[in-house]
């Protein structure tokens, strides 16, 4: 044993010299190759002269950046998280200048600021890839690189770890159960297709369910009903309140903590991983007691907001920086390319990706998932003993490309290696780990209404009460997991001109979308209205928008049967008929009734609900938001996600019985920890029996 800790101490001791040696000869080529950067004084030196200031030089750069970036990092907590990663290459570069300084034969070297940022960027890289290179083959030196991914203090919080397997939860977001079968079959998604066996060469070690989403198909009800346990009350992404007069939003941090509290006391229980826990880069926490880039706590001001914990943890290390910057730019300019190639190919159907969109997604695709990836690596090299973690990136990409597109296949590929990558290091953590992939619904492709139509739902609620019109039909914005993260990292309120519409007169409705899925609501009245209220109102209202070709069905309160759907050409038929007689709600399947009667009794649901049209020939809806692949309403592979389980766990649901609803999802996933011997969730009475 002694033999074995002298051999390792030695390879380490190896791998430093080599780093320290690649560092030193970078320095001494970009020495050569940038004029504003010399190794000498003025009056010349020899070479010898020359290589010890350059090894010098590396050395301390080395010690500086390992023992005092981390105390820099720390320094600047109140920094946005973003913002850190661009002060990344100055102060590199500033601690370069500090060590060319340190010659002790002083002759230190000189450059330019701009000279030295460049020098430290390219210097970081090469270390890092030389440290990664010669650790490939070393399991133990692969194992303490990943570590120094993780945040420290999560080592500190778990000085023992017990046997028991732990559970990882990957939700890859906005993934249908089709994309990722389809995925899986061309050879886009390799660990998936080994995990399932159908790679043909390995036994299956997964099992592939489908489940359903609510009526509300989007990451702020499913997200909740699966780490909370609780859908109700959840209408839609966005609705307006009328006892608080606000409109709620699932991606605004102070809306996204409102529904976890509420979500919690309707459940009994602070979530799935209210036991040794950690929630990684979701919308709510989960009753986790390690969070980072969790938005239901980033609105919090105080030292016990650890949302943004995930970015400091990982670019403490300035190799990651550096990395991570480097794909972030490459990514920019493939979306640039991706879409400019789009219009010029005049692609249909297609939304605008211009602005500030290439900055958005590169922050979805590079550096969430990289944080979120290695704060995951963290935890399970700390024995957590649940990780809930959410990847946004092909959804991001989705919504503006399409879900079946070459540039959200990319994105798949990705999303695939970042599994083998959490695979891998499952082998080097001190207790077993099962992996679960979930995801939180699916998307449905189809042109906008606006596209298509020429104007928005707002614009023809307004015709319908014979409001006027704007002769420019106006842009229904996007809201997004990835663009709520960026402005969260940002520290930018996470508001919407849309959101914050307050109507000069309070007879004029407020319209809201999510996905193909609106909401209309008049707030000068407290109630929800009656249909009767409605058209005694505007007697043109409901007609118009039944009729409407891009329209699929309407559900509003009745004074005579409760609750009525409407469609066209006069169909109206009352929620307890719709199994007999589903009326406009036929093409969205079977299930579709179910949904609609429950999200009828929520108190928040809007006075008049709107579904796009549905076409089930090519599965397309109508978005009613700026994006060619929707989720939020029904109609298509949107509310079809998948669960991907290990077969060591029981299955999902008996023989013959379909997973409905993100509240079914959720109790599964609390058997499955219960089986593991993991976290034990407080159970009302009877509920065990459901969850089987």
Not at 198 to 205: I, K, Y
Not at 490 to 512: C, D, K, N, W
Not at 589 to 602: E, K, M, S, Y
Request: with cysteine; aromatic share 6%; charged share 20%.
């Amino acid at each position: 044993m002694r033999d074995g800790r002298w051999r390792r101490a030695a390879s380490q001791v190896g791998r430093s010299v080599a780093v320290w040696a690649a560092s030193t000869l970078t320095m001494l080529v970009l020495a050569g190759l940038l004029p504003d950067f010399r190794l000498r004084s003025a009056d010349g030196d020899s070479a010898t002269d020359i290589a010890v200031t350059a090894a010098s030089g590396a050395g301390a750069f080395g010690l500086l950046s390992a023992l005092v970036w981390p105390l820099l990092v720390r320094l600047l907590l109140l920094v946005p998280a973003l913002v850190l990663g661009l002060l990344v290459f100055f102060l590199n570069g500033a601690l370069l200048l500090l060590a060319l300084r340190l010659n002790p034969a002083e002759r230190g070297g000189a450059a330019a600021w701009e000279t030295a940022v460049v020098v430290a960027a390219v210097m970081s890289a090469v270390a890092s890839a030389t440290g990664a290179a010669l650790a490939v083959r070393d399991d133990d030196a692969y194992r303490r690189r990943l570590y120094r991914l993780a945040d420290r203090r999560r080592r500190r919080s778990a000085p023992s770890c017990p046997a028991t397997p732990g559970t990882v939860f990957l939700q890859l977001d906005g993934v249908g159960h089709d994309v990722l079968t389809d995925a899986v079959g061309q050879g886009l998604m390799p660990t998936v297709a080994r995990w399932l066996g159908a790679d043909g060469a390995h036994r299956p070690t997964h099992r592939l369910t489908p489940w359903r989403t609510d009526w509300s198909s989007q990451t702020g009800a499913s997200q909740l009903g699966i780490l909370h346990g609780s859908t109700f009350d959840v209408p839609a992404f966005r609705w307006y309140e009328k006892d608080r007069g606000e409109v709620v939003v699932c991606n605004r941090p102070t809306s996204a903590a409102e529904l976890q509290r509420r979500a919690a006391r309707h459940a009994g229980h602070d979530g799935l991983l209210a036991v040794d826990g950690a929630s990684r880069g979701n919308l709510f926490s989960g009753g986790a007691g390690e969070q980072a880039l969790v938005l239901s706590v980033a609105a919090r001001r105080s030292r016990q907001n650890r949302s943004r914990a995930g970015y400091f943890a990982y670019f403490c290390d300035p190799a990651n920086a550096v990395r991570t910057a480097l794909s972030f730019a490459a990514e920019v300019g493939r979306e640039i390319g991706q879409s400019t190639r789009a219009r010029l190919r005049k692609e249909r159907p297609r939304v605008s990706r211009g602005g500030l969109y290439p900055l958005v997604r590169a922050f979805a695709t590079v550096v969430e998932r990289d944080v979120v990836v290695a704060a995951v690596m963290g935890d399970m090299l700390a024995g957590r003993t649940a990780v809930y973690a959410d990847l946004v990136a092909y959804d991001e990409v989705a919504h503006h490309s399409g879900p079946f597109s070459k540039d959200a296949e990319k994105v798949l590929e990705r999303l695939d290696r970042s599994l083998a990558l959490i695979e891998k290091v499952a082998e080097h953590a001190p207790r077993p780990y099962r992996i679960v992939v979930l995801s939180d619904h699916g998307q449905s492709p189809g042109e906008t209404f606006r596209a298509r139509y020429g104007l928005t739902l707002g614009d023809l609620v307004r015709a319908g009460c014979g409001l006027p019109v704007p002769r420019k039909a106006q842009r229904t914005r996007s809201g997004t997991e990835a663009r709520a993260a960026v402005r969260a990292a940002l520290r930018i309120p996470v508001e919407e001109r849309g959101e914050q519409h307050r109507p000069a007169r309070r007879s004029e409705p407020i319209v809201l979308a999510s996905g193909n899925l609106g909401l209309v609501s008049f707030p000068d009245v407290p109630h929800r209205m009656s249909k009767e209220e409605i058209d005694a109102r505007h007697p043109a209202l409901l007609p118009t928008l039944a009729n409407h070709p891009g329209i699929g069905f309407l559900l509003v309160r009745s004074e005579r049967h409760g609750g009525v759907v409407l469609g066209a050409y006069g169909a109206e038929i009352p929620l307890d008929d719709l199994d007999e007689n589903p009326g406009p709600l036929a093409p969205f399947g079977p299930g579709a009734a179910d949904l609609v009667r429950r999200t009828h009794t929520f108190p928040h649901t809007a006075d008049i609900m709107v579904n796009s049209f549905y076409d089930p020939a090519d599965g397309e809806v109508l978005s009613f938001e700026e994006q060619i692949g929707s989720h939020g309403g029904l109609g298509g592979a949107q509310g079809r996600p998948f669960l991907l389980s290990p077969l060591t766990f029981s299955a999902p649901a008996g023989e013959g019985a379909e997973l409905v609803g993100a509240e079914h999802v959720h109790r599964v996933l609390r058997r499955w920890l219960r089986e593991s011997d993991g976290p034990q969730v407080p159970l009302e009475a009877g509920q065990d029996q459901r969850a089987a």
